[in-house]
């Protein structure tokens, strides 16, 4: 039989008229801002859009995608303008929000979307605890959205942003797939217009950087506005607000405004149900998904469940946990697993909704440890669904056990001896690519130590070329609590340029505040290589960081570079070029600071700038 194929084409992602897309989870966070303008504009609203935030895995690259969409973007009033990090970025969207209180507001609202990594939400905590307090625009919203790296697949430490959105009273959802971006955005956002705070949005590598072709459905559902007694004057940003109101409004209002919002929509939702129910998995996000292929694993599907009394509970806001469905849940159940990635964080919540509720509905709850204290569920790194089948395997077999799930088990348990007992016959650590300016920058004269920083330079690491490093922004800063307390009197400092613009400028600033003996070598490649390659913000040439850091106080400045030539007369300042690819290793940095032998002799009390090297790649300069 010969079935006709539907004609696809990759521009279908922005099209919002087709019922079925291939896309990532990327392409979904474009998607579902141009999809919010469309519903506005069906529903009589002249909405626009702002979008600011920094790039970091797994949003390493929402801002390229964005650029991609510069056409689509436009035509729908949608401005982008990336922050250069994740704090100014986030003051930026709360600026969208201000719009509103401005007389001469061109837009109805604009809805405001953030985006960060999790320790970019981590330094934006102030801005955002300020503008959540403050509250959103009637129609205009904001979705801040977190990439989570919960394995550290690529970062330096994993993270999980949970708590912290919970700590800026933050409502956040949590989407299980690529499939639910769009409809979660959406409803983001009408959350975050209806409840006046800011929602947060988590993605991980599972929902965001992988590719699904999805049904566009959801994108036209209906969203309910449930009655709610808000205080005289509401719940949304206003000009000359009082502090401790703001406050009162969100302890009081606002959370409580967001769990009404979830209810009415279904945002939570009991999956699998049973007519005498007894075990009961709550789950969440990528967890969930896990979950249901653990389940398939074990061999238990919608029916089985049914018959041996299982329920399986998606919760899809993590914060605040909206009571009523939780409780419902719970009815009848003697007990709850909870299955969620890293720290327990809905675990506990679930504890307190049920504790002084019902005496008569008291499952046991376990979760990241069980009724005993013993660990259940990992705590650190990801789950996988064998682990999490395990541990339901375990807890059902007193009511269920099949040969199905005991064959599933000894799979399982084979599969993990095997691993636990695999060495790699070969280890390759990671190293610059050939040609990267980064071969020869971190080098550092015989006898000196290096401090590394974030980026691609990091792997410096693993070269012997220094053995501790700093978070973005802190590059070269533990010196000043370091070195009055040793005998060694001067480190190098790396700091790739994407850093500097961020924040490495500040650390450099403290470092000279504080008098500390650094040379701190700027490595410009001309981009922000390990998120992908983009411009750094604000088009950051060799000459201006030369100036900036000669304004700063830096006693020295020196431009190493093999092509000096690179540099016109005169657009460099004063100051010494230095035509070489790198320090002297064996007469170390006397050789460029000849002032004196030794150690960055007369720079004493000041930071010096002794800038990277590069090799030769055309049009990359070299400070
Ligand atoms: C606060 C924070 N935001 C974002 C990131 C993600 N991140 C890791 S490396 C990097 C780029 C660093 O670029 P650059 O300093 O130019 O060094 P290069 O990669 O070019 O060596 C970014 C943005 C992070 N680690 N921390
Ligand atoms: S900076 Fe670029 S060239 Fe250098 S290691 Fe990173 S990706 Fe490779």
Redesign the pocket.
Known sequence: MNLPLRPVSLDDRYDLGAERVFLSGTQALVRLALVQRARDAAAGLNTAGFISG????PL?GFDQELWRAKKELAANHIVFVPGI??ELGATAVWGSQQAALNARARYDGVFGIWY??G??L??AMDVMKHANAAGTSRHGGVLAIVGDDHGAKS??LPHQSDHNFSAAFVPFLSPASVHEIVEYGLLSIAMSRFAGTWVGFKATADTVETSATVETASERRSIIIPDFEFPEGGVHIRPNDIWRDEDTRLQRFKGFAAQAFARANGIDRLVWDSPRPRFGILTTGKAYTDTLEALASLGIDARVAHDIGLRVYKVGMPWPLEPDGVRAFAQGLEEILVIEEKREFIEHQLKWQLYNWNPDVRPVVVGKHDEKGEWLLSPDNELSPGMIAHVIATRISRFHATDRIREALAYFERREAALAGFAAPLKRSPWFCSGCP?NSSTRVPEGSRALA??????MALWMDRAQTFT???GEGVTWVGEAPFVADTHVFAN??????E???LLAIRQAIAARANITYKI?Y?D?????GGQP?EGGLTVPMIARQMLAEGARKVVVLSEDVERFPPGSLPPFSRHPGKQLDRRRGPGRIFPEKAGLLPGIGRRAAVDPGAMAGRPGIGTL
Do not use: F, W
């Open positions: 920094y790039r970091g895995s390493g990090n994740e960060g990594k320790p970019g981590d330094r970062s330096t980064h920083g974030i980026g691609c330079h990091i978070q973005m922004g700091l790739g340029d994407g850093t500097y961020h924040s490495g490595l490649n981009a922000v290589a390990m998120t750094v």
